[in-house]
């Protein structure tokens, strides 16, 4: 199920909040913490047919309370008098609230400054306040902070665990909560109501990570990162994989330290990882088996893990070479990157990925960025020709390949101004796929021909799709990127 916060000032609007939460949320949380009067629950919760949870929080849990904490005890008492479904209680205070009626305690425990370790301790203490439900609150800005909440409702607990990770990585914990049976996971009404930075909304919950679907068989494919390019993939796989009837979903994870990565995927039974940007190289640690050039080429945007161990690949150097040279070849040229020159524009791992691709195909490569230390380094590794920055706009260019997401348009000093561009080139851009860059679309601007950056990106997610299910992947599902 899905809970939706409200959080309302006033009386009078309270309810057409209650109303809106209730269309979208299975329950409704109503925090009494916001209110400038005191509210007349029973009122309030008589106006939707969904449970309600009811709960104030003090300032330092993250509420809005300005009153003194008995005045706060006594509003939760008499709330609990109007019969809600559930009443949230801190575990600190539950000892001073007795239950009553039918109203169920969710026991809460909260810290704002760090993860919690000792989770057996806080479920001895919240059994003990007559917990029906015990829920966690922190800040999880990675999966190692989140871990905690991942391993507290993984496993079985003899009380039902719920959790609000304070970070885009809640997203994790909810679809995880889902699987693992969370009696409910916590979403945001829409956009601009969110309870924290970076909550899922309904909208996305549903058409994005069609958590209805998730059940206790259902296995997840890991997507690193939060952004554009990570929504994107993971809403083509999932409308894939719904396609094929495959109980698989896309798990979005925010990757701290790799060291741990491995135990954590175990346990979560994680068998693939899909990667992108600079984590391609960050990751590349973590496989224990790489095939040559893609080792050489120092970055690895997929990651599956076999009987004897986790296998990297690069996919996005293959479909990028592979719409490129179509594009430019034609039929029967076997080799049209044979001679040119290709200026690859990057400081990372995706930049040298692709440097040392076209090196392959015979090109002329010349690297350059606004990091001139990490270019020469990548120059060397590859063995291609190293570019200063401020010799950028004097070089020989048949080709521009785009592999930093960085990189901006502009005059400022360190940014690449649009004159680089001539109708003569032909500019691909693979650094933030499927998206197009600034300096891309400034290639167009200017005539270049240009390589369609979703074209790139069906290719790669294609060949990444056929490797961990064994299916093409369905033309419908691409639609999804529109």
Known sequence: MICITVTPTSRTLAKADLLNAARQGDIVELCLDHFRKEPDVKDLISAI??????????????????????????????????????????????????????????????????????????????????????????????LDDAWPLLAAVSQKRILPVVGMGLGRADLTFSLLGRKYGSPWIYAALEQGQEAYPGQATCFELDEVYHWREINQHTTFVAVAGFGPSQRATTQVLNAAFKQHDLNVRCLPIEVGG?????????????????????????????????????????????????DD??????????????????????????????????????????????????????????????????????????????????????TFVDVVIIADASLRLGVNHGQINGSLFRESMTVADVSNLPAESELLIEARERGCRVIDAKAIFQRQLGSQFKSFSGRELPVEALNEIG
């Not at 346990?267 to 050039?293: N, T």
């Not at 040119?340 to 490569?365: D, E, H, I, P």
């Not at 990091?371 to 570019?387: M, N, P, Y």
């Open 258 to 306: 790799v060291q741990r990565l491995k135990k954590m995927l175990d346990v979560l039974k994680v068998r693939a990882i899909i990667v992108s940007g600079g984590l391609g190289r960050q990751l590349l640690p973590l496989a224990e088996h790489v095939d040559e050039h893609d080792a050489k080429s120092q970055y690895i945007d997929l990651l599956l893990k076999r």
């Open 49 to 142: 047919d969904k449970p309600v949870i009811i709960s104030c929080r003090r300032q330092e849990d993250g509420g809005q309370w300005q009153g003194t904490e008995e005045e706060r005890l006594m509003l939760l008492r008499q709330a609990i008098v109007a019969g809600p479904a559930y009443v949230e209680l801190d575990l600190d205070i539950a000892p001073n609230v007795p239950r009553f009626g039918n109203t169920q305690r969710v026991i809460s425990f909260t810290r704002l400054d760090e993860p919690e370790t000792d989770i057996d301790q806080v479920f001895y203490e919240a059994s003990n306040a007559k917990a029906d439900v015990v829920k966690f609150t922190w800040p999880t800005p990675t």
């Open 309 to 394: 161990g986790w296998h990297g690949y690069n996919t996005l150097w293959r479909a990028a070479l592979k719409t490129l040279e179509e594009e430019i070849g034609g039929e029967g040229v076997k080799r049209p990157l044979d001679r040119q020159n290709v200026l690859v524009l990057g400081n990372g791992g995706t930049a040298q990925s692709l440097a040392y691709a076209v090196t392959q195909r015979k090109g002329m490569v010349s690297i350059c960025g606004n990091d001139d230390k990490a270019t020469l380094r990548i120059s060397t590794e590859v063995g291609c020709r190293h570019v200063p920055f401020h010799k950028l706009y004097d």
